[in-house]
Every structure is written in C-alpha cells, then in structure tokens.
Nanobody, 129 residues
Framework: QVQLVESGGGSVQSGGSLRLSCAASRYTGSRYCMGWFRQGPGKESEGVAAIDPDGVTSYADSVKGRFTISQDNAKNTLYLQIYSLKVEDTAMYYC???????????????????????WGQGTQVTVSS
C-alpha cells in the first residue's frame, strides 16, 4: 500500500512559480512509478509528469519546458517545480503512484500514465491573470 500527501499549492499570478511536494510511504517491494496528475474544471484528469525509480521522466506536451519532476529517494518525497504558470494550469494537482509500465517512442521509453491506483488528497493551484 502507498500513502501520499501533497502540499505546496496556492494562488499565484500568471508567470509565477510554485513547487509542489508529495510525501510518500511504500509498504511493498514492487517497482513503483510516481507522478502528478491535474484536473481542471470540466476536464478529465490529465497526467502531467512522471518519474520512475531510475530517474526516467515523462511530461505532457502542454507542460514541457515549464514543469520539472524530481524525487528525493532518501526522504521518499516527490516534487514538481513549476515555472511560468499560465491561467490554463489552474487545477487540482494530485500526486499518484502505481507499478511502472512503459511505452516506447523513438528509441526512448515513456512512462504510461493511465488508471493509476494510488492517489493523494490533492493540492489546489489557482493562476490569475
């Protein structure tokens, strides 16, 4: 079982920055990937960034160049550093985890982000113009 607790959301102006954090507890020896999903008003949940135990990362096209996912394995903590926030980034952001699966594109493996099983409570990010 994995337990996840997010923090770091808030209200910022467009162009601003935030760093989201997720404290994780893992109780099995299975290989898990971790990532961030977001859900804006009237939208489906969208996978925005993921990282595997080896440090391989994947990003949604909409956030490439602005979002950076990282992890501190010693602290069991996941981070999402966000720069150049846009109004369109307004959403509830969720930390999530599941056993790793991959797709392969152009010789590079990409972490799949679909139907993950473990979720935090979410942290709200609101961006104003």
């Amino acid at each position: 079982q994995v337990q996840l607790v997010e923090s770091g959301g808030g209200s910022v102006q467009s162009g601003g920055s935030l760093r989201l954090s997720c404290a994780a507890s893992r109780y099995t020896g299975s290989r898990y990937c971790m990532g961030w999903f977001r859900q804006g008003p009237g939208k489906e949940s969208e996978g925005v960034a993921a990282i595997d135990p080896d440090g391989v990362t994947s990003y949604a096209d909409s956030v490439k160049g602005r979002f950076t996912i990282s992890q501190d394995n010693a602290k069991n903590t996941l981070y999402l550093q966000i720069y150049s926030l846009k109004v369109e980034d307004t959403a509830m952001y969720y930390c999530a985890a599941d056993r790793c699966t991959y797709a392969y594109s152009g010789g590079r493996k990409v972490i799949r982000m679909h139907n993950w099983n473990y979720w935090g409570q979410g942290t709200q990010v609101t961006v104003s113009s």
